[in-house]
């Protein structure tokens, strides 16, 4: 999607993040996930959210857990990211 823009930042997305930090056995995929999606929806960064939240339900983590996660997030993360979160989160259900 960015590669004719940014090659170096696809490259460095591909080969580093996913091709070495997400492949590292410390920690599975899934709680890879679920960190990455408590990370952004305390962040408020929703639009990187709808990708991420697909990916942690391709890995394991259910919308239940995604669900309780936003709920448990509006009381450390604050109450409008929590929001923005859950909305994310009922577009890709709609969505699927």
Known sequence: MIGD?????????????????????????????????????????????????????ANGVTRDELAETITHLAFYAGWPCAMGAIGVLKEIEQSE
């Open 5 to 57: 823009t940014a090659p170096k930042l696809v490259e460095l997305t591909d080969d580093v993040l996913f091709g070495d930090v997400w492949e590292r056995p410390e920690l599975s995929r899934r709680d890879r996930s679920l960190v990455t999606v408590a990370s952004l929806i305390a962040m408020n960064r929703v639009g990187q959210l709808p990708s991420h939240m697909r990916r942690a339900i």
